[in-house]
């Protein structure tokens, strides 16, 4: 499954109670122990649907989440973290990979999140294919 890892975006899909599915392009970095991970908001839709079903399927994708041809969906398992050494990998991993993109999104992101009570990137998705 290495695959993810040259990857810049996936298109992340989730799963609402009722069973449909949520599909959303998430920046994706590899995780030391092998896993992969990404960064989000708790009380995002993502991190709703993770609590209530950790169910999740990754397909190599476009920034606006429509996967790349050619490519195959892989389903996996993901928990959320708020804190300790993995966190802090899966931050310094994702500011490495997407550089000026990361500051970028946090001024632009963390205005937007700040409106719906939000705080940006406090939650790190650990993913297991």
């Known amino acids: 499954m290495s695959s993810f890892t040259e990857e ?58 429509k996967v790349k041809p050619g490519t195959t969906p892989v389903d996996g398992s993901a928990e959320l973290v708020q804190s300790g050494a993995l966190f802090e990998e899966v931050h310094r991993s994702v500011r490495a990979k997407y550089g000026f993109m990361t500051t970028l999104s946090k001024v632009v992101g963390g205005v937007q999140l700040r409106r719906k009570g939000l705080r940006y990137a406090d939650t790190v998705v650990l993913i297991r294919l």
């Not at 799963?15 to 708790?42: C, H, L, N, Q």
Request: aromatic share 10%.
């Open 8 to 65: 810049k975006y996936v298109a992340l899909t989730t799963y609402k109670r009722s069973g449909e599915a949520v599909t959303a392009p998430v920046w994706i970095v590899p995780v030391s122990d092998g896993r992969y991970g990404f960064w989000t908001s708790m009380g995002s839709g993502k991190t709703k649907r993770i609590k209530n079903n950790p169910a999740v399927r990754l397909q190599p994708s476009n920034a606006t989440g």
